[in-house]
């Protein structure tokens, strides 16, 4: 009986060794993805980072837009009005060559 209980004592210490062994490769496995993932995270975050600061220069962009907007409108109507006075003044040459018959 003692051989049988030996055997069987030898097979249940490889079966709690084979145990061991494979939550070592489990416990291996998964701190490869946990390792995996914080790579793949600190990839986002630098990601994150670039957009965050393009976002906030292209808002730094548009706030000075918005400023410059009231100044731009003006100066576009000046123009407008030169342009209306410069046709007006055109207009008024043609007509004075027409009517003098020098054209």
Known sequence: MTT??????QQLKELIKDSFNQLDRKIDNLTNKVDDL???VNTIDKRLAVVESKVDSTEK?????????????????ELKNW???A???I??????FARSGKM
Request: hydrophobic letters at 40%; glycine letters at 10%.
């Open 61 to 77: 962009r548009l706030n000075t837009l918005e400023g410059k907007l009231p100044d731009i409108s003006e100066k576009f109507g």
């Open 83 to 85: 342009r209306q006075i």
């Open 38 to 40: 914080t790579n793949k």
């Open 91 to 96: 207009a008024a040459v043609v007509g004075w």
């Open 4 to 9: 049988t209980s030996n055997t069987g004592i």
């Open 87 to 89: 046709f007006i003044i």
